[in-house]
C-alpha cells in the first residue's frame, strides 16, 4: 500500500498563472515533508519543506501548506515559469532521514 | 561544487552477470542512500549507511549488496541481474535527521540484455 500518494500524474498550465500540486499521506507517523524538483537526465533537487508543527512554509515564488487532519499537502508556484517544467516528487520523513516517495506529477509550463 | 556523482551513467550488463554501480559525495555527508526507480514510480529505497551502520528495507531483494569503504564512497553490488532489475539507481546523501533533504546524484541507467 503506497503511504505518499500524488493522484495527478500531469498538469499543465499557462505561463504566470499559480501551478497547483498535491499529495496525499496516509502514515500518521510523518511529521516531515519535502518537495523534489526532477529535470530530465539529472537527479531530484530539493525544492522545499515543512514541518508538521507548521501549515504553511514559503520560499519565494514556492510555497507549500500542509493540512495536518486531511493528511494532505500542497504545493503552489506564483507565477508559473516555463523553467519550472519538471517532474516534483513529494516526500514523507518519519525517522532517521528516511523519506517515502510519491509517484510524481509532470508540471508542463506553456509560454 | 560540492556534489554527487554516479558512475557510469549507463551500464549494461547480461542477464545473470554481476555488475556493481558507484556513488561518490564530497559534501561529507553521514547518511547515504540507494534508491531504485522504474519509469513513473517512486524511487523506491534499497538501503541507507548512516556512518557505517548498514541499514536494509525489508522488501530489499538478497541478490542487491552495498558496499561503504569510507564516507566519501558507496557502491551497489547487483550479484545476479534479471530483466525486471533493469531500473535507474539513484544515490543520495543526507546530514541524517528527519528535516535534513537529501542531495541525489544523476543516477545510473541499468540496462539488461
Known amino acids: 500500500d503506497q503511504q505518499v500518494k500524488q493522484n495527478s500524474p500531469s498538469l499543465s498550465v499557462q505561463e504566470g498563472r499559480i501551478s497547483i500540486l498535491n499529495c496525499d499521506y496516509t502514515?500518521?507517523?510523518?511529521?516531515?515533508f519535502l518537495w523534489y524538483k526532477k529535470y530530465p537526465a539529472e537527479g531530484p533537487t530539493f525544492l522545499i519543506s515543512?514541518?508538521?508543527?507548521?501549515d504553511k512554509n514559503e520560499d519565494g515564488r514556492f510555497t507549500v501548506f500542509l493540512n495536518k487532519s486531511a493528511k494532505h499537502l500542497s504545493l503552489h508556484i506564483v507565477p508559473s515559469q516555463p523553467g519550472d517544467s519538471a517532474v516534483y516528487f513529494c516526500a514523507a520523513s518519519a525517522n532517521a532521514g528516511k523519506s517515502t516517495f510519491g509517484d510524481g506529477t509532470t508540471l508542463t509550463v506553456k509560454p | 561544487d560540492a556534489m554527487v556523482i554516479q558512475n557510469p551513467r549507463y551500464q549494461v550488463t547480461q542477464f545473470g552477470k554481476p555488475v556493481t554501480l558507484s556513488c561518490s559525495q564530497t559534501l561529507n555527508h553521514n547518511v547515504m542512500y540507494w534508491y531504485q526507480q522504474k519509469s513513473s514510480q517512486a524511487p523506491k529505497l534499497l538501503f541507507h549507511?548512516?556512518?557505517?551502520?548498514?541499514?536494509n528495507e525489508a522488501d530489499t531483494p538478497d541478490n542487491f549488496q552495498s558496499r561503504r569503504p569510507n564516507t566519501s564512497f558507496c557502491f551497489l553490488d547487483i550479484r545476479s541481474p534479471g530483466l525486471g532489475d533493469a531500473a535507474m539507481y539513484l544515490c543520495?546523501?543526507?546530514?541524517?535527521?528527519?528535516?535534513?533533504?537529501?542531495?541525489f546524484g544523476d543516477g545510473t541507467r541499468l540496462s539488461i540484455l
Open positions: 543520495a546523501t543526507s546530514r541524517g535527521g528527519e528535516d535534513q533533504p537529501q542531495h
Open positions: 502514515n500518521s507517523m510523518f511529521d516531515y
Open positions: 549507511y548512516y556512518d557505517k551502520d548498514f541499514n
Open positions: 515543512i514541518s508538521s508543527i507548521k
